[in-house]
């Protein structure tokens, strides 16, 4: 993915802001807690399932290495170090298969992960295997969530100005995104648009893990793969089935800052196609979370909002400081209790 796509995605995500999460869910793909070990003769650095592009600064992690830091559960865990630069820096789940650089339209930069462009990148089985996740062109939404602890300071936005010209602040950024990629052998690479599921630019967890995350509409996707497919960037169908997943730090090659930052847990799902939510208290279905919201209200919307909220869960999350229309911004307050009240107590049209 080019810098300038980087920089417009975040930009829109973070002006769009809005990302709802539906509470526990099972993950959709490989090895999302980095708990397999590393798998020597695909990526000696990696957790297996994993491609580290850049392994002097990123590093898998076990209990008791990295003081006053473990895993937000199990053992093993994700640190993102960084050297001031604002480089990309992270781990995905299929990197080193990349079939093209956008900046010289040359195939695969770097095929065997040397740091030299050298040729073709060979696809699976011969080279390194994908670990995308699967997706569905006709599902549902797309829900990722991740563990975050950033104990220092990443470094604070600047008003920088964007290929296109316009201006915005561009901070640090740690976060999830994920790209709808091709059909059959990979050749297709529909998803050079990323969605960013969490654009919010803290600067600090104080030490904490934190779950930051939400959801995407599959509307959105399709609309965005759609666009790109009329601007020349692919062709379709065939449409993407799969997704590639990172995680990662960023500043667009702004100048950042050298402290760590940690992630675990990470939990990919394409949610069901089913009922429109019908108000900011449709939190969840029948029985109860992990279902997703169904169009009605219940008392299962209420007990899962009152035992998320008492929790500090992010599916109690459900608007933004100052209540509606602000967007869930990633913190459970009394404006999410006083939201959902008066939501539920509206009820459904």
């Known amino acids: 993915m080019t810098r300038g796509k980087m920089r417009a995605a975040m930009a829109a995500l973070t002006l769009a802001g809005g990302l709802v999460?539906?509470?526990?869910?099972?993950?959709?793909?490989?090895?999302?807690?980095?708990?397999?070990?590393?798998?020597?003769?695909?990526?000696?650095?990696?957790?297996?399932?994993?491609?580290?592009?850049?392994?002097?600064?990123?590093?898998?992690?076990?209990?008791?290495?990295?003081?006053?830091?473990?895993?937000?559960?199990?053992?093993?865990?994700?640190?993102?170090?960084?050297?001031?630069?604002?480089?990309?820096?992270?781990?995905?789940?299929?990197?080193?298969?990349?079939?093209?650089d956008p900046l010289t339209g040359l195939l695969c930069r770097d095929p065997d992960g040397d740091g030299i462009a050298n040729g073709l990148c060979p696809l699976p089985p011969q080279g390194r295997p994908y670990y995308d996740a699967p997706f569905d062109w006709n599902g549902g939404d797309i829900e990722i969530t991740a563990w975050i602890n950033i104990p220092g300071q990443l470094a604070a936005p600047t008003l920088e100005t964007l290929p296109d010209g316009?201006?915005?602040?561009?901070?640090?950024?740690?976060?999830?995104?994920?790209?709808?990629?091709?059909?059959?052998?990979?050749?297709?690479?529909?998803?050079?648009?990323?969605?960013?599921?969490?654009a919010r630019q803290a600067r600090t967890t104080n030490?904490?893990?934190?779950?930051?995350?939400g959801i995407v509409p599959i509307q959105t996707i399709r609309d965005q793969v759609i666009q790109l497919g009329a601007n020349g960037a692919w062709t379709m169908?065939?449409?993407?089935?799969?997704?590639?997943?990172?995680?990662?730090?960023?500043?667009?090659?702004?100048?950042?800052?050298?402290?760590?930052a940690f992630i675990d847990n990470v939990v990919y799902r394409q949610l069901p196609v089913g009922p429109t939510r019908c108000n900011l208290a449709d939190i969840t279905g029948i029985g109860g979370p992990p279902s997703?919201?169904?169009?009605?209200?219940?008392?299962?919307?209420?007990?899962?909002?009152?035992?998320?909220?008492?929790?500090?869960?992010?599916?109690?999350?459900?608007?933004?400081?100052g209540g509606p229309p602000a967007d869930p911004d990633g913190l459970v307050t009394g404006d999410d209790f006083n939201a959902f009240i008066a939501a539920f107590a509206a009820g459904c049209p």
């Open 207 to 213: 030490g904490q893990w934190v779950q930051l995350g």
């Open 237 to 260: 169908p065939p449409f993407p089935n799969r997704m590639k997943i990172t995680i990662g730090r960023w500043k667009f090659d702004y100048p950042g800052t050298a402290a760590s």
């Open 21 to 100: 999460t539906t509470g526990q869910a099972q993950s959709a793909f490989f090895n999302g807690s980095f708990e397999l070990p590393v798998q020597p003769a695909i990526d000696a650095n990696a957790p297996g399932g994993w491609h580290m592009p850049d392994p002097g600064l990123t590093f898998i992690r076990n209990n008791g290495e990295v003081a006053g830091v473990n895993a937000q559960q199990g053992t093993r865990f994700i640190e993102l170090a960084a050297d001031g630069t604002g480089l990309f820096r992270g781990v995905t789940t299929d990197y080193l298969n990349r079939i093209h």
């Open 166 to 198: 316009s201006q915005a602040l561009i901070g640090e950024v740690v976060g999830v995104f994920f790209y709808p990629k091709g059909a059959g052998n990979g050749l297709q690479n529909n998803g050079e648009f990323s969605f960013v599921v969490d």
């Open 292 to 321: 997703a919201p169904d169009g009605l209200l219940t008392g299962d919307d209420f007990n899962a909002f009152i035992g998320a909220f008492a929790a500090g869960d992010l599916l109690a999350d459900i608007t933004g400081i």
